[in-house]
C-alpha cells in the first residue's frame, strides 16, 4: 500500500522560508512523477510543482523562482522548499505522486492517483 505522509508546514512572517517533506512507503520513485499541489482559502486547487523520475522538474510561474522541488530517492522522501514566501502562499499543501505517468500539463498533478493528507502553511504577519 502506498503512502505519503507530509510534513514541515506552519506559520511563518513574509518573506520567510519553509521547507516541506513528503515521506513515501510503498513506493519507489523509479517511473511517473512526485509533486505537491494546494488549495488556499476559498481557492481552487493548484499545481505548484513536478519532478519526473529522472529528477526533471515543472514548477507554476507563481512560484518559480521561489521554491524548489527535490527528492532524496535513498529515504524516499519528496521535498518543496519555500522562500521569499507570500501571503498568497497560505494553503494546504498536498504530496501527491503516480507510478504510471507525468501528465502533458503540471496541472495534470491534480489527477495522479497517490495523496498525502496535506500539510498547512500560512504566512502572515
Known amino acids: 500500500e502506498v503512502q505519503l505522509m507530509e510534513s514541515g508546514g506552519g506559520s511563518v512572517q513574509p518573506g520567510g522560508s519553509l521547507t516541506l517533506s513528503c515521506a513515501a512507503s510503498g513506493y519507489s520513485h523509479s517511473s511517473g512523477c512526485m509533486g505537491w499541489l494546494r488549495q488556499g482559502p476559498g481557492k481552487e486547487r493548484e499545481a505548484v510543482a513536478r519532478?519526473?523520475?529522472?529528477?526533471?522538474?515543472t514548477y507554476a510561474e507563481s512560484v518559480k523562482g521561489r521554491f524548489t522541488i527535490s527528492q532524496d530517492n535513498a529515504k524516499n522522501t519528496l521535498y518543496l522548499q519555500m522562500e521569499s514566501l507570500k501571503a498568497e502562499d497560505t494553503a494546504m499543501y498536498y504530496c501527491?505522486?503516480?507510478?504510471?505517468?507525468?501528465?502533458?500539463?503540471?496541472?495534470?498533478?491534480?489527477?495522479?492517483?497517490?495523496w498525502g493528507q496535506g500539510t498547512q502553511v500560512t504566512v502572515s504577519s
Open positions: 501527491v505522486a503516480d507510478m504510471d505517468y507525468c501528465g502533458s500539463t503540471l496541472e495534470m498533478l491534480l489527477t495522479y492517483m497517490y
Open positions: 519532478i519526473d523520475s529522472d529528477g526533471g522538474t
